[in-house]
């Protein structure tokens, strides 16, 4: 039995206890609004477009994933097997968070999914360049619902070690549960030399329980600044 929130008569969010398949078919809602997301934001957005629908391998970074419930939406959508361009193309997907267990269960789920090369790293992500056994640069790297507001130098630390591990052309996409933490999570990365290509609100992101906090809320296209 997993806890959860739902919708009181009265349109309130209640506390429930929702049996696996419930939550699941929430989980399965969130991915379907943050693919359609993600496929808004690339058309302000030439080169990730072209990464998308383009014939060349793919490299994704998924930094602070937890137990990663967006790994295979993500894979399939920057592989190209949503788009129908991901036929013959490598998709390697990386992805890395400090807790243990769960960066087990993203192991036991999608280390052996057919949709990518998919690796999952326990570590600190104030550490990056230390993990030798990551690729030198990503073409994209991923943070969902970053958590700036719970440690502003450690997440200062992290935006700063993920644009250090960007291609040149690469692309940094974060989304945020909170409109001022977004905000503020641009700052910072800027702050750190990126440049903001793009920023969307999600008018169709799931209510939590929190006032003003939703599931990927707002997401934002970073690139590295020329600086
Ligand atoms: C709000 S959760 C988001 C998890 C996941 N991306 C999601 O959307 O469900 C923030 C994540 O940041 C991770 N995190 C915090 N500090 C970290 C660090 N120094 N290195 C790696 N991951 C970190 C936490 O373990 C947690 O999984």
């Not at 693919?35 to 030439?46: K, N």
């Not at 104030?126 to 619902?145: N, Q, S």
Request: charged fraction near 30%; charge should be negative.
């Amino acid at each position: 039995m997993l806890f959860g929130f739902a919708k009181g008569n009265d349109g309130s969010l209640v506390c429930a206890y929702m049996d696996h398949s419930t939550h699941q078919r929430y989980i399965e809602g969130d991915m379907r609004r943050l693919e359609e997301m993600l496929a808004q934001v690339a058309q302000s957005d030439a080169e990730l477009q072209r990464k998308i629908v383009g014939g060349e391998d793919v490299q994704l970074l998924d930094l602070a994933c937890g137990a990663c419930d967006e790994a295979k939406t993500l894979a399939r959508f920057f592989g190209g097997k949503e788009s129908g361009a991901g036929d013959g193309r490598n998709m390697r997907f990386v992805g890395f968070d400090v807790r243990d267990r769960e960066i087990a269960d993203a192991s036991a789920r999608f280390e052996n999914d057919p949709d990518a090369d998919f690796e999952f790293i326990r570590g600190d992500a104030t550490k990056l360049r230390d993990y030798r056994e990551l690729p030198g640069a990503f073409d994209v790297i991923f943070m969902r619902h970053q958590n700036l507001w719970n440690g502003k130098r450690t997440w200062e630390e992290i935006y700063r070690n993920a644009l250090e591990k960007l291609l040149p052309n690469g692309r940094l996409i974060i989304t945020s549960y909170f409109d001022r933490e977004h905000t503020q999570a641009i700052d910072a990365i800027k702050n750190q030399g990126g440049e903001l290509l793009v920023t969307k609100a999600n008018e169709i992101s799931r209510e939590l329980p929190t006032p003003g906090k939703s599931i990927d809320r707002h997401v934002a296209v970073l690139k590295r600044g020329e600086g």
